[in-house]
Every structure is written in C-alpha cells, then in structure tokens.
C-alpha cells in the first residue's frame, strides 16, 4: 500500500509550485526534493540547530518541524530568495562575505534568513541585541564573533541603502 498523498500549493520565493506531497514529508524536505532548493539545509532534524530555518509569510521557522501540508498556500522565502530579481546580494548575504561570517557554511543559510528577519523589525541593534537575534541558530566552526559583525554590518548596508 503506497503512503497517501496531498497537494501543496507553496509561493516559494515569490514562484509559485503546486507539489504533490507524501502526507508525513517535513517543508525542508518538499524544498529540497520537490521543489529543487537545496540551499535549506537539515541538521538535527529537531528544530535546535537553526540550519533549516526559512521565513514562512516572513516569520523565521524551522522547516524540519513543519508538515509540507500544514503550510498549504503560505508564501515562503529560502535563502535562495533573499537576493533581489537581479541577483543583487541581500544586505546580509553581502555582510556575511565582507565580515567572514561564515566558515563551513552549513549552518550559514539559517543565520542568513533569521538575520534578515530580525534586521526587519530592529534595523539599528545594539551588539547584544544582535547576538540574542542569532542565539537559536548554531554553529560549529566560527565562535559566533564574525556572524555577530556581519549582522551588524548587514544593519548599516540596509540603513545606508535606505538613506
């Protein structure tokens, strides 16, 4: 007996895809082999590390925790959408490079979507407020010093280019 199937309808990136889904398929999952996104990356599969983490109608979630299913017309940006239509780097993914904020890289595509998020609601933090904004996400290799710099960094590009 083949496992039961639902429709999803996803806006992923501002596209949108009607998938067929396996009832019990996690979001991570349906965007990395249904959709064909492979920048969201699994890592403990129980929503600690952060690595997985996309913006679900602009809220920062953990997509290994979700249920395709359960997120069925929702809008959702992947690391893959920060950038602008032109290619132009995402404040935060420009301060990642400049300020060395990643090393590995696994764990990078959650910092970046959640620094995006957080950037959205405090534009101009403090270095504690920045460093309590990327506490959920972890990595194994930087010591956190160059990821704190870039979210900062990535704060004055959006201030400069607001201005």
């Known amino acids: 007996m083949s496992e039961q199937r639902l429709p999803v309808r996803l806006v992923v990136n501002g596209t949108e895809h009607r998938v067929e889904v396996p009832v019990r ?3 991570s999952d349906a965007l990395r ?3 064909g996104l492979t920048g ?3 890592g403990c599969e129980h929503g600690v590390c952060g ?3 996309i913006l679900l109608d602009g809220v920062p979630v953990r997509s290994c925790l979700l249920l395709a299913a359960t997120v069925d017309g929702s809008s959702v940006t992947t690391v893959e959408g920060l ?3 032109d ?3 995402h404040p935060v993914q420009r301060a990642f490079k400049e300020c060395h904020g990643l090393q590995c890289g696994f764990c990078t595509p959650g910092f970046l979507t959640t620094a995006a998020a957080y950037l959205e609601e405090n534009p101009d933090p403090s270095e504690a ?6 506490a959920g996400n972890l990595c194994r290799c930087t010591g956190y010093q160059n990821i704190v710099a870039s979210v900062l960094r990535a704060a004055e590009l959006k201030r400069e280019a607001q201005a």
Do not use: K, Q
């Open 40 to 42: 969201t990356h699994v």
């Open 83 to 85: 950038a602008a239509a």
């Open 51 to 53: 690595a997985c983490t």
């Open 25 to 27: 398929r996690l979001l």
């Open 129 to 134: 407020e920045a460093r309590e904004a990327i």
């Open 87 to 89: 290619g132009t780097p």
């Open 33 to 35: 082999y249904d959709i």
